[in-house]
Antibody, heavy 119, light 106 residues
């Protein structure tokens, strides 16, 4: 069974960074791209970017290129997203999701990680 | 960037009734559109990709159609478990989601 298990909720201070994890199981981690998506409270979904777990290559939404850093650890089948210089605008739920193709629809998603930025 | 205009933003329908949601792209997306069902506290669930291809295990009451810039998604006979928010996603050029449609029972 394919599963993407994300880390728990985070409360972080403005200006700080946070690193969210997404542990994959039930499939070949390096055979699928991993995407990250943001959902601000009560709003729609925004694509942040994606990483190729096999070669580490990344592609970002221009809006998030200075905000997010996407990495993977193949040894533990885990993808990470670090968000830096956090502001209240970064308070949201963040999802990881996989796709088979570089430019393919995401078929399995994690349960989401809530990040709250507050002093 | 490609924009996706999804309508309506909310919808109230009767059980066993038909529901239709539309998405209009700002340019031709070559049928690279997917539809997702999203319930609170969970990740979105892929229902349809490439305009009309149903994911394995998805009931046949869900369907999609369209071409060019205009696409639609339908539920032929609404069931109680279909209450959710639905999103379209274009993946022809990077990724853009529609604004979402919150579906409720009338």
């Amino acid at each position: 069974e394919v599963q993407l298990q994300q880390s728990g909720p985070d409360l972080v201070k403005p200006g700080a960074s946070v690193k969210i994890s997404c542990k994959a199981s039930g499939y070949s981690f390096t055979g699928y791209y991993m995407h990250w998506v943001k959902q601000s409270h009560g709003k729609s979904l925004e694509w942040i970017g994606r990483v190729n777990p096999n070669k580490g290559g990344t592609s970002y939404n221009q809006k998030f290129k200075d905000k997010a850093i996407l990495t993977v650890d193949k040894s533990s089948s885990t993808a990470y997203m670090e968000l830096r210089s956090l502001t209240s605008e970064d308070s949201a739920v963040y999802f990881c999701a996989r796709s088979y193709y570089d430019q393919g629809a995401m078929d399995y998603w994690g349960q989401g990680t809530s990040v709250t930025v507050s002093s | 960037d490609i924009q996706m205009t999804q309508s309506p933003s909310s919808l109230s329908a009767s059980l066993r009734g038909k529901v239709t949601i539309t998405c209009k792209a700002s340019q031709d997306i070559n049928k690279y559109i997917a539809w997702y069902q999203h319930k609170p506290g969970k990740g979105p669930r892929l229902l349809i990709h490439y305009t009309s291809t149903l994911q394995p295990g998805i009931p046949l009451r869900f369907s999609g159609s369209g071409s060019g810039r205009d696409y639609s998604f339908s539920i032929s006979s609404l069931e109680p478990e279909d209450i959710a928010t639905y999103y379209c996603l274009q993946y022809d050029n990077l990724y853009t989601f529609g604004g979402g449609t919150k579906l409720e029972i009338k």
